[in-house]
């Protein structure tokens, strides 16, 4: 619904651009009339087929944007079950009401998604001792006075950044069984900018001891990344391992 009101808007902007540029001094000879604006390229109706893609489209970004995903990743929702989550949902928005008595089953429901939640809160522990395990045995991993572990790969330049800098940088991050949650891999290898006492706490200390051109390895106990309430794909209580290059700084 947006993409009419940035067309308008661009437009809008192109006429003042035009109207503030500097005009030759006037001659006796009338001035040439101005060129007319290029129009708008039209817009096709969509067929039947993109229209339904253009609401899956609204769907994707709306469940993307809010608390949805993390909901399905942290009940570990199956396929019979997320079904039966989107049931819910979409009687909701057609302002039906549930076929059965909701009193009867909120106290097992409770019971049920607590205890889920908590087993898997267990095994995502012992995956984390384990995981910090291995790290402490690499002689080569530094263990700093807040937990973070850490193994620079190239050093980069001097100066260094500090914890006020602003930093480009290239990185991968994988939760403890090796799965990527984040990457500028995917995203062309574009370095991401942003201010290093912005982000979470094993970032801000960690970037600081390379320089630009430099490369390190981050692994980062769950308080000093997402802590116990985690973030989209990042389950609460999680171990974070980070490659970081440092490409730029001010």
């Known amino acids: 619904m947006k993409l ?16 503030d540029e500097v005009k030759p001094e006037a001659t006796a000879a009338a001035a040439p009339a101005p060129a007319p604006l290029s129009p708008a390229p039209e817009v096709k109706p969509l067929t039947p087929e993109q229209q339904q893609q253009a ?15 993390s909901i399905v990743n942290e009940l570990e929702l199956s396929d019979t079950e997320l079904d039966s989550l989107l049931s819910g949902m979409r009687a909701s ?3 039906e009401r549930p076929t059965f008595k909701p009193d009867e089953i909120i106290p097992g429901a409770e019971k049920m998604l607590n205890e889920r939640v908590a087993a898997k809160t267990k095994r995502l522990a012992a995956k984390n001792e384990e995981f910090l395990a291995k790290v402490d045995a690499d002689k080569e991993i530094i ?7 850490y193994k620079i790969l190239t050093a980069g330049t001097d100066p260094k950044p500090t914890a006020t800098s602003t930093v480009k940088c290239r990185y991968t991050g994988k939760l403890a069984d090796g799965k990527i949650f984040d990457s500028t891999t995917t995203r062309n290898n ?5 201010p ?11 970037v600081q001891k390379i320089g630009k051109g430099g490369k390190i390895l981050l692994f980062a106990p769950a308080n000093l990344a997402y802590g116990e309430q985690g973030q989209g794909p990042i389950p609460p209580n999680s171990v974070l391992e980070f490659e970081v290059e440092l490409v730029d700084f001010k």
């Open 4 to 19: 009419p009101t940035l067309a308008v808007m661009a437009l809008a902007i192109a006429s003042l651009h035009a109207a």
């Open 55 to 69: 609401f899956f489209l609204q769907g994707f970004i709306l469940a993307n944007r809010a608390e949805w995903a």
């Open 93 to 95: 928005l057609k302002g």
């Open 143 to 149: 263990k700093s006075s807040t937990g973070l572990r």
């Open 190 to 194: 574009e370095p991401t900018e942003f």
């Open 196 to 206: 290093l006492n912005g982000v979470i706490p094993a970032w801000t200390e960690g």
